[in-house]
């Protein structure tokens, strides 16, 4: 899993859309997917531009850290 880490270190801008997750590692969490977490507020952190879901990297890659960790799985 640490390869997943520095793939998404180093692929990811600092700020990106929902959307890149899919196509940067598909299969990895859907749009469907961080939308259903999101609505049980067990999503990573989030802003909005717009309609857009957005992510910042660093928040993105410490939820998944912590999901791996054992933390806040579902």
Known sequence: MEELLQTLEKCLPEIFAEKV???LIPGLYSTRYLANLRSRGEGPKHFK??????YR???FI???QKRLDGE???
């Open 21 to 23: 997750i899919g196509d």
């Open 49 to 54: 531009i717009g309609r857009r879901i957005m």
């Open 72 to 74: 806040g799985s579902s």
């Open 62 to 64: 410490a939820w998944i």
């Open 57 to 59: 990297k660093e928040d």
